[in-house]
């Protein structure tokens, strides 16, 4: 079941439209990708969503029913433009901050507690943010995001300011996150860890959802037949031994092999194409070419432009 | 309503624990006691007194002003041309000329004088003036009533028709003779006073604002606080926050300053001003009681100059004065913090704001330019619109009110005055709304106007 879904959201600013129409789903307790190039409307969509600013047209669902200005309180939102009070201590700050949730101030002092605890940075309570590093200062940033147990965790560019270890630390909090049930949105254009995070996509460009869906399927339909092989003992040319409805290319060599990629008709199935090399080469290695995410965005944004680009 | 009270909260209170602020309450006393306390200091060290030439074309108060510590006069009998001419090289403090009148008792007076004349003296010549011509009034009422021999008329009647107000206008001589106007009515003082605090205020405090938004903007947590909070929420917060710190050093000041002017009075000086003390609270005693008002006059007359001020200062409608300065204080600076918070929300960083400042500076700087022409003219048609118009009304009807405006005039203007905060402030807030969400972009009025229009 969907947790949150926006159904034929707009939105119009004086001469340009951020939001035409955009529909999404977000299944409960899955990481939701959102894709799109710079501009696509991706941070207007996430700030309807948390309702501060408000769409033209269009409905928002959650939790089964229409979003009420009271469930931010079990929203919780980790803006791409993010900072902190430079002057303020980190503990009153995240006091604060964990307030404007909704806690009560025992019960925000408790959970804040715990976790400084839990991240062993009790020794930062009393400290300003400005004597923080970067870094650190990212990781209070995440804290007070979760503070209030949000059950819808939206995420804008989380990874940029972290370094390599502090961003593997945060994408293992986010799937615990996500093996607790919460339901997680996030926006990125770093294809490499959607890749590794989502279950599901959307991608926007140009205000318009392109592509949607689970990750797998869009995967598969993404896949073209086509297949890496390594192989030697043949230095003749490979078409020569190959059916004429096979492609290749990319082909290259090194110390050892020669490689190539062979594109298969439809019709044909990967044993196909071993039994056409078996009489002749020594198969070394064979692997289905599954597009990556970044190969995905790229056509699904390039097709795009170009089928617009015909109606002129 | 939570919410906004956390925000009040935190902005109060990150401010109010700077340094700057417990720097600013205590040398902002310091700084008002010493303007207070140092002419008294000096007023009472100087064995110098200052001489008052009279020139008494009537002849009615010949001898009436008496000399003090002060203050001695004496009375001349040349032509006013002359003692204008001559004023220079006499090394008199001042020249009071009471030209002569046909018919009715003079009521004006000018002093001429090349330095400023103290409220002091001004108002103790008013004061003389006035009961002089208060008791010879009496007198001609009671020949009256004496020859008519009609009913007894009640004293309060009678004080009624006797009551007589002085005009004193103050010229500035030149070294040449000439003259130019100056002001040292204490209506002017405090109706300036008034003005030119909330001046400040609105400006120190409406740019504490703007810097605050700016601050949060480039900070880049205003995002994280509007995902929790309404931007228009987090915008009166601020307002509001910085206005009660405003209060705070407003009431700090106000309590310090008297408490150090207290003290070091009452440690430096002797008896003197304990009696004239003494003296000012007899006089205010007599002064409401009307049976024994009759005797009043010559009480007065061998008063201290200083029983003048309070005179001064009695009549000016006080609970009006402070009801206004209040008002005009706390939504003045309501209206124009809006606007400062819109500008800091529509820009980058502090070195952009300069093109928006204009309009907003313009208004309040108007009104301290226009103050010069107000008092001299506080009920003409510019007073009047000036004290009307809500960006300029803050500062220009506290200036009018101690000289005496009509309610009308001050219910229409504080009307008007809450709808222009009512419309700055939904306007302020459209701009705030999309400007703190936009970054690095360059701003222009165009722009600002593309977003009000914004659903």
Same mark, same amino acid.
């Given at each position: 079941?969907?947790?949150?879904?926006?159904?034929?959201?707009?939105?119009?600013?004086?001469?340009?439209?951020?939001?035409?129409?955009?529909?999404?789903?977000?299944?409960?307790?899955?990481? =939701?990708?959102?894709?799109?190039? +710079?501009?696509?409307?991706?941070?207007?969509?996430?700030?309807?969503?948390?309702?501060?600013?408000?769409?033209?047209?269009?409905?928002? /669902?959650?939790?089964?029913?229409?979003?009420?200005? +009271?469930?931010?309180?079990?929203?919780?939102?980790?803006?791409?433009?993010?900072?902190l009070?430079?002057?303020m201590t980190v503990g009153e700050q995240a006091m604060?901050?964990?307030?404007?949730?909704?806690?009560?101030?025992?019960?925000?002092h408790?959970?804040l507690r715990f976790w400084f605890e839990k991240y062993e940075i009790n020794t930062w309570w009393n400290r300003k943010v400005e004597e923080l590093s970067?870094g650190m200062q990212q990781k209070v940033? =995440?804290l007070?995001?979760?503070?209030?147990?949000?059950?819808?965790?939206?995420?804008?560019?989380?990874?940029?300011?972290?370094?390599?270890?502090?961003?593997?630390?945060?994408?293992?909090?986010?799937?615990?996150?996500?093996?607790?049930?919460?339901?997680? /949105?996030?926006?990125?254009?770093?294809?490499?860890?959607?890749?590794?995070?989502?279950?599901?996509?959307?991608? /926007?460009?140009?205000?318009?959802?392109?592509?949607?869906?689970?990750?797998?399927?869009?995967?598969?339909?993404?896949?073209?037949?086509?297949?890496?092989?390594?192989?030697?003992?043949?230095?003749?040319?490979?078409?020569?031994?190959?059916?004429?409805?096979?492609?290749?290319?990319?082909?290259?060599?090194?110390?050892?092999?020669?490689?190539?990629?062979?594109?298969?008709?439809?019709?044909?199935?990967?044993?196909?194409?071993?039994?056409?090399?078996?009489?002749?080469?020594?198969?070394?290695?064979?692997?289905?070419?599954?597009?990556?995410? +970044?190969?995905?965005?790229?056509?699904?944004?390039?097709?795009? +432009?170009?089928?617009?680009?015909?109606?002129? | 309503?939570?919410?906004?009270?956390?925000?009040?909260?935190?902005? *109060?209170?990150?401010?109010?624990?700077?340094?700057?602020?417990?720097?600013?309450?205590?040398?902002?006393?310091?700084?008002?006691?010493?303007?207070?306390?140092?002419?008294?200091?000096?007023?009472?060290?100087?064995?110098?007194?200052?001489?008052?030439?009279?020139?008494?074309?009537?002849?009615?108060?010949?001898?009436?002003?008496?000399?003090?510590?002060?203050?001695?006069?004496?009375?001349?009998?040349?032509?006013?041309?002359?003692?204008?001419?001559?004023?220079?090289?006499?090394?008199?403090?001042?020249?009071?000329?009471?030209?002569?009148?046909?018919?009715?008792?003079?009521?004006?007076?000018?002093?001429?004088?090349?330095?400023?004349?103290?409220?002091?003296?001004?108002?103790?010549?008013?004061?003389?003036?006035?009961?002089?011509?208060?008791?010879?009034?009496?007198?001609?009422?009671?020949?009256?009533?004496?020859?008519?021999?009609?009913?007894?008329?009640?004293?309060?009647?009678?004080?009624?028709?006797?009551?007589?107000?002085?005009?004193?206008?103050?010229?500035?001589?030149?070294?040449?003779?000439?003259?130019?106007?100056?002001?040292?009515?204490?209506?002017?003082?405090?109706?300036?006073?008034?003005?030119?605090?909330?001046?400040?205020?609105?400006?120190?405090?409406?740019?504490?604002?703007?810097?605050?938004?700016?601050?949060?903007?480039?900070?880049?947590?205003?995002?994280?606080?509007?995902?929790?909070?309404?931007?228009?929420?987090?915008?009166?917060?601020?307002?509001?926050?910085?206005?009660?710190?405003?209060?705070?050093?407003?009431?700090?000041?106000?309590?310090?300053?008297?408490?150090?002017?207290?003290?070091?009075?009452?440690?430096?000086?002797?008896?003197?001003?304990?009696?004239?003390?003494?003296?000012?609270?007899?006089?205010?005693?007599?002064?409401?009681?009307?049976?024994?008002?009759?005797?009043?006059?010559?009480?007065?007359?061998?008063?201290?100059?200083?029983?003048?001020?309070?005179?001064?200062?009695?009549?000016?409608?006080?609970?009006?004065?402070?009801?206004?300065?209040?008002?005009?204080?706390?939504?003045?600076?309501?209206?124009?913090?809006?606007?400062?918070?819109?500008?800091?929300?529509?820009?980058?960083?502090?070195?952009?704001?300069?093109?928006?400042?204009?309009?907003?500076?313009?208004?309040?700087?108007?009104?301290?330019?226009?103050?010069?022409?107000?008092?001299?003219?506080?009920?003409?048609?510019?007073?009047?619109?000036?004290?009307?118009?809500?960006?300029?009304?803050?500062?220009?009807?506290?200036?009018?009110?101690?000289?005496?405006?009509?309610?009308?005039?001050?219910?229409?203007?504080?009307?008007?005055?809450?709808?222009?905060?009512?419309?700055?402030?939904?306007?302020?807030?459209?701009? *705030?709304?999309?400007?703190?969400?936009?970054?690095?972009?360059?701003?222009?009025?165009?722009?600002?106007?593309?977003?009000?229009?914004?659903?």
């Amino acid at each position: 079941m969907d947790l949150f879904s926006a159904q034929l959201i707009s939105k119009q600013y004086a001469n340009h439209k951020a939001l035409d129409k955009v529909s999404i789903g977000v299944p409960e307790a899955s990481i =939701f990708g959102l894709l799109g190039p +710079n501009g696509a409307g991706k941070t207007t969509l996430i700030r309807i969503i948390n309702q501060i600013i408000a769409p033209d047209e269009g409905e928002l /669902i959650y939790n089964g029913r229409k979003l009420q200005p +009271n469930d931010i309180s079990s929203i919780g939102y980790l803006p791409e433009e993010r900072g902190l009070y430079k002057k303020m201590t980190v503990g009153e700050q995240a006091m604060y901050l964990a307030q404007l949730k909704g806690l009560s101030k025992q019960e925000a002092h408790k959970r804040l507690r715990f976790w400084f605890e839990k991240y062993e940075i009790n020794t930062w309570w009393n400290r300003k943010v400005e004597e923080l590093s970067k870094g650190m200062q990212q990781k209070v940033q =995440f804290l007070v995001t979760i503070i209030h147990d949000p059950k819808l965790l939206i995420f804008d560019e989380p990874f940029s300011g972290f370094d390599p270890i502090n961003a593997n630390m945060l994408k293992e909090e986010i799937l615990g996150l996500k093996d607790k049930g919460v339901t997680i /949105i996030f926006s990125t254009h770093n294809m490499g860890s959607v890749e590794e995070l989502c279950d599901d996509i959307a991608l /926007i460009d140009r205000s318009k959802v392109i592509l949607n869906g689970a990750m797998r399927q869009i995967k598969k339909t993404y896949k073209t037949n086509t297949f890496e092989i390594s192989f030697n003992s043949w230095e003749g040319p490979l078409q020569g031994i190959l059916p004429e409805t096979f492609q290749i290319f990319d082909e290259s060599r090194d110390a050892d092999h020669r490689h190539a990629h062979v594109k298969l008709p439809a019709d044909a199935t990967p044993n196909d194409l071993i039994r056409s090399l078996l009489p002749s080469v020594m198969i070394y290695s064979i692997n289905e070419l599954i597009p990556s995410m +970044n190969d995905i965005f790229i056509e699904a944004v390039t097709q795009k +432009n170009q089928q617009t680009v015909i109606p002129n | 309503m939570r919410k906004i009270f956390l925000i009040i909260q935190r902005e *109060y209170l990150t401010r109010v624990r700077k340094r700057s602020f417990i720097v600013m309450t205590i040398l902002g006393p310091l700084l008002m006691a010493s303007t207070i306390v140092i002419p008294i200091y000096l007023a009472t060290r100087s064995n110098e007194t200052k001489k008052v030439a009279v020139l008494d074309e009537t002849g009615i108060f010949y001898e009436k002003f008496k000399d003090s510590d002060e203050i001695k006069f004496h009375y001349l009998t040349s032509d006013i041309g002359s003692a204008k001419s001559n004023f220079t090289k006499s090394g008199d403090h001042a020249l009071l000329y009471i030209p002569k009148t046909e018919v009715t008792l003079p009521v004006n007076a000018i002093i001429y004088s090349d330095k400023s004349v103290s409220v002091n003296i001004t108002s103790y010549i008013k004061n003389v003036m006035g009961k002089q011509i208060e008791e010879l009034k009496l007198q001609a009422r009671l020949r009256e009533l004496q020859t008519d021999k009609k009913e007894p008329v009640s004293v309060d009647d009678l004080l009624r028709s006797i009551k007589t107000s002085v005009d004193i206008n103050t010229l500035k001589i030149g070294e040449d003779g000439s003259e130019s106007k100056s002001y040292t009515e204490l209506n002017m003082v405090l109706g300036m006073f008034a003005g030119i605090l909330i001046y400040f205020f609105i400006f120190m405090f409406g740019s504490q604002v703007m810097r605050g938004v700016i601050e949060e903007k480039t900070s880049r947590i205003v995002e994280v606080i509007i995902s929790s909070v309404k931007p228009f929420q987090l915008m009166m917060g601020k307002i509001i926050g910085v206005g009660l710190v405003g209060l705070t050093q407003f009431l700090l000041w106000v309590v310090l300053t008297f408490a150090i002017v207290t003290a070091v009075t009452a440690t430096m000086t002797s008896g003197e001003i304990k009696k004239t003390a003494t003296e000012q609270m007899m006089i205010q005693k007599q002064g409401i009681t009307p049976g024994n008002s009759q005797d009043a006059p010559s009480t007065n007359e061998s008063s201290n100059p200083m029983g003048g001020v309070m005179e001064a200062i009695n009549s000016v409608n006080f609970p009006v004065m402070i009801g206004a300065f209040l008002f005009f204080f706390l939504v003045g600076y309501l209206m124009y913090a809006a606007l400062f918070a819109a500008i800091g929300g529509a820009v980058d960083s502090e070195a952009d704001t300069q093109q928006f400042m204009l309009p907003i500076t313009i208004p309040l700087i108007l009104s301290i330019v226009m103050a010069q022409f107000i008092i001299r003219d506080p009920d003409g048609p510019v007073s009047f619109w000036f004290s009307i118009f809500p960006l300029t009304s803050p500062v220009v009807m506290m200036i009018r009110i101690p000289f005496g405006v009509p309610y009308m005039e001050i219910i229409l203007s504080m009307v008007l005055l809450l709808l222009g905060f009512l419309g700055t402030t939904w306007l302020a807030g459209k701009i *705030y709304h999309t400007g703190i969400l936009m970054y690095g972009k360059k701003v222009s009025y165009r722009e600002l106007w593309k977003w009000i229009r914004y659903k």
